[in-house]
């Protein structure tokens, strides 16, 4: 079973940045899509970026034009560069690969 592993959240002030990493225990990115979530207690589990196998990607309105998802194939990782973080961003951030697996979650906190 292929495992996804999360790093990068933290606490950050608003107008910060954050690069979130996920990286899978084997070799198999490369053949499918991958995203990232969040999710807030309460409330549902968000999609906040997409990245096909070939490249295109996809993000949430309230992301576009700060969030960058990005895949690097031989590392077997995926990254979120977030910039221009506002307090609304704070969350659990969650990897997923298209074949069904989830990451355990990281959390970033945008706060002053």
């Known amino acids: 079973q292929v495992q996804l592993v999360e790093s990068g959240g933290g606490l950050v002030q608003p107008g910060g940045s954050l690069r979130l990493s996920c990286a899978a225990s084997?070799?198999?990115?490369?053949?499918?899509?991958m995203g990232w979530h969040r999710q807030v207690p309460g409330k549902q589990r968000e999609l906040v970026a997409t990245?096909?196998?070939?490249?295109?990607?996809n993000y949430a309105d309230s992301v576009k034009g700060r969030f960058t998802i990005s895949r690097d194939n031989a590392k077997n990782t995926v990254y979120l560069q977030m910039d221009s973080l506002k307090p609304e961003d704070t969350a659990v951030y969650y990897c997923?690969?298209?074949?069904?697996?989830w990451g355990q979650g990281t959390q970033v906190t945008v706060s002053s």
């Open positions: 997923y690969g298209a074949w069904g697996a």
């Open positions: 084997r070799s198999i990115i490369s053949r499918f899509a």
């Open positions: 990245i096909t196998w070939d490249g295109t990607t």
